[in-house]
């Protein structure tokens, strides 16, 4: 049997990296070297200093293809060293159609960043076909997609994009964080260029910074890596190390994870004091088919929207369980406030029009047992009427 044919739980744990060939070590060394000595004075081997090339980085980027289903992966410094470095596969002129809920610093970099350099965007509604045929331009070379978005869960039709996409000559880039290759397949379905912040459920356990890319294109392939190369902003092997081990529990986390997430959504739903839940998994989901068709399952974050902000706040500070932070995707449950949090590099006018109140909070289910849960935010719920009444 090749490895080819494996499931992609089993591809998760056997795979080329599984054990170290010199040693038989069953787990991948981590390589600190910054140089490698070189042992003919005019040939020189296949790894010659670690910002171009890392035996450890390179067996988590040999990984991310293989689980994305590209030809080649890359491994950079955070999610947004992953996404910087693949727009600057931009030159300037260029025009970026970009879903509207896109994240804060996805937001930030476009806006603040490329636009200095002459790349200039358009947002768009990306669930609404006609808004983004609407915003293509005769130098449009990128529609950009997060999906489901965040915070409010949107779900953009991935095969729909990229047909568009190709037929105007252009890449599509999405931005698989908050699924990950174990629900969805983005190049499968046409994109070009997948990025993720591995600090999310590829490594799990809210310990390490890192982003990746993937590609399924050779040539689009070599143009990265010189782009990685060139900007330089490289994943560490001590991280590189860490995505890998979490990378190993991926799909039983997220089954978890998710199966968690579904049980809370269908109880938020029908709480008095919440107004609206964002869950793609939940039937009256505006998207709800689209996302059973493209991805495996709905995922394992959600958002609500409580009837006012002191509300929001009395909650915030009454539940047990979950962190209050930032992030998302780990072992632990993290409920944030994306006003504040996520988003809080957005105005607050654009923040608004895009339904981000500031009575929204997202949650990433963790492993908890989902019941703990439940009790955690009913309690606070029902220590919230006493007061707001
Ligand atoms: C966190 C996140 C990023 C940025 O990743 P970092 O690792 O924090 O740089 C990008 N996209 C999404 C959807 C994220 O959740």
């Keep these: 049997m090749s490895d080819e044919c494996f499931s992609f739980e089993t591809k998760l744990l056997h795979n080329r990296h599984k054990f170290d060939v010199t040693t038989g070590g069953v ?29 450890t980085r390179e067996a988590l980027e040999e990984q991310i293809a293989e689980l994305e289903g590209g030809v080649r992966g890359f491994a950079f410094a955070s999610g947004m060293a992953a996404i910087s470095t693949a727009f600057l596969l931009l030159s300037k002129g260029d025009h970026v159609v970009i879903t509207e809920d896109v994240y804060g610093g996805t937001f930030r970099i476009v806006t603040q960043v490329l636009s200095r350099f002459g790349i200039e965007h358009t947002f768009v509604d990306m669930t609404n076909l006609q808004a983004v045929k609407d915003a293509i331009q005769p130098n449009t070379k990128v529609f950009y997609v ?31 964080t908050f699924l990950t290759p174990a629900l969805q397949k983005p190049l ?45 902003a490289v994943l560490g092997v001590q991280d590189a190390w860490l995505v890998m081990r979490g990378l190993k529990t991926l799909s039983v986390r997220l089954e978890q994870s998710v199966t968690n997430a579904s049980k809370l959504a269908n109880y938020l739903k029908d709480h008095p004091l919440v107004k609206n839940v964002y ?99 009913s309690n606070a719920l029902s220590n919230a009427i006493a007061v707001v009444k």
């Excluded at 994009?161 to 698989?176: E, M, P």
């Excluded at 974050?301 to 209050?324: A, Y």
């Design 279 to 377: 869950y793609p998994g939940l039937s009256d989901h505006p998207q709800y088919e689209l996302q059973k068709k493209q991805a495996k399952s709905a995922g394992a974050v959600l958002s609500f929207e409580l009837e006012s902000e002191e509300l929001t706040k009395f909650f915030v500070e009454n539940v047990k369980i979950p962190v209050f932070a930032v992030s998302l995707g780990a072992v632990e449950s993290i409920l944030s406030y994306p006003a504040k949090m996520s988003h809080g590099a957005m105005p607050k006018n654009e923040r608004e029009k895009r339904g981000i109140s500031n009575s929204l909070l997202r949650l990433s289910v963790g492993l908890e047992h989902v019941d703990d849960l439940i009790a955690d935010f």
């Design 146 to 176: 997060e999906t489901p978005s965040n915070p409010l869960l949107k779900v953009t039709d991935i095969e729909a994009i990229s047909q568009l996409a190709k037929a105007h000559n252009a890449y599509t880039f999405v931005d698989n």
């Design 27 to 55: 787990s991948v060394p981590i390589q600190h070297a910054s140089t490698f000595h070189q042992s003919s004075f005019d040939k020189y081997g296949k790894y010659d200093y670690s910002r171009s090339l890392n035996p």
């Design 188 to 232: 499968e379905l046409g994109a070009d260029v997948v990025l993720h912040s591995a600090t999310k459920f590829l490594s799990g356990h809210s310990d390490v910074v890192a982003g990746l890319a993937v590609v399924k294109d050779e040539e689009l392939g070599n143009q990265l890596a010189f782009l990685q190369n060139s900007f330089g």
